[in-house]
């Protein structure tokens, strides 16, 4: 029966068998070998194999069809002066998928380094190199092509000038956050504190901005140029945990021994009682100043974290208030004395 089609009506049944069939093939590669491959990948210790499984995710369905399509050609009545141009727009979709394949891997190794060193700068990593990469990549297609590259280099050389000019403040947030990246002052989970007054946890440094979260869980979003000129004050440079000081005034008549010893005993017994104090760190009382209407005292821990601060001092407050209580020590009421000249008489 097949031999009864024309010459021409069998080339097409044949050319479409064989499509058919190669992307029957793409599915299976795709869906079949390629996720048992990505399983198998996510049970090993190593990433190589799971960025490369990603770099290939959808080429095979495309790579089947396109060596299908290769078989198919010479079954369909296609005029010879076409052969030229189809061997060029096949090469060009085989150069255009190594390039992408190439730049899923670049960009995997280089986030997958990059975030050993520091975990922010994984995604803009991933962006240069994925820049780096399409760009050698576009003018290795255009020489396929058959267009001169030294005109074109010459023409991007003028028209980056231009484009530079047009985004100086986007590049400049971005080698901003490289720069503030490099220094490794100010990492992600980092509490800080501007000189404009905005302060809290660095959340993200993008490719143009940075991202804080503040305590009460607002997002402030810092352009990287206003970061890297400002005034910063880095509450995790060189260790997270911070000093608490609470200021507590007692009577003057009060036995500042006694309470020196009772205020110990409370700062001691909270930091046995949270995680969050620094159970390396002896609680310090100090006796400040005479004030005008007690004693000052200041009472230090040491928290792990800047957050942990504001329930540490809550319960300070609270046990020393009672523990005060119980023991008669007096915190006493600010009390002032006005002394009126000239009064009126009485009448």
């Known amino acids: 029966m097949f031999d009864s089609f024309s010459e021409t009506t069998r080339g097409f049944l044949t050319a479409g068998a064989i499509l058919a069939a190669s992307l029957l093939a793409g599915f ?17 210790q190593g990433k190589i194999d799971d960025i490369i499984v990603s770099a290939l995710k959808n080429v095979g369905r495309w790579g089947c069809f396109l060596i299908g399509l290769y078989i198919a050609l010479p079954f369909l009545p296609v005029p010879e002066h076409f ?19 190439t730049a899923r891997f670049a960009s995997g190794i280089a986030a997958q380094y990059a975030h050993r060193i520091l975990p922010s700068s994984a995604s803009l990593a991933k962006v240069i190199v994925n820049a780096a990469v399409f760009l050698v990549g576009a003018l290795v297609v255009f020489q396929t092509m058959g267009i001169q590259i030294t005109p074109l280099l010459t023409a991007l050389g003028v028209g980056g000038l231009a484009v530079a000019l047009a985004l100086q403040d986007t590049l400049a947030n971005f080698f901003a956050g490289i720069q503030l990246l490099a220094n490794k002052q100010i990492n992600p989970g980092d509490y800080i504190r501007l000189d404009t007054g905005q302060d809290g946890y660095v959340y993200d440094i993008g490719w143009r901005n ?90 230090v821990l040491r928290c792990r974290d800047y957050g942990d601060q504001f329930l540490l001092q809550h319960e300070l407050i609270k046990d020393l208030h009672r523990r005060y209580a119980s023991e008669g020590i007096e915190i006493p009421y600010p009390m002032r004395t006005v002394i009126m000249r000239n009064p009126a008489p009485v009448s």
């Open 83 to 101: 052969d030229d141009e189809i061997k060029v727009a096949t090469r060009l979709v085989v150069l255009v998928l190594s390039i992408v394949v």
């Open 210 to 299: 940075t991202t804080m979260r503040m305590v009460n869980n607002n997002i402030v979003i810092v352009p990287n140029t206003k970061l890297s000129q400002a005034i910063v004050t880095n509450y995790s440079l060189e260790t997270p945990d911070i000093a608490l000081k609470v200021t507590v005034g007692v009577g003057y008549d009060s036995d500042l021994a006694h309470v020196e010893r009772v205020t110990l005993e409370v700062a001691k017994a909270l930091v046995d009682r949270f995680e969050m104090a620094v159970k390396e760190f002896e609680p310090v009382v100090r006796f400040q100043s005479f004030s005008d209407s007690s004693i000052q005292l200041n009472v």
């Open 28 to 44: 299976i590669v795709d869906r079949i070998i390629l996720a048992s491959i990505r399983k198998l990948a996510k049970t090993t």
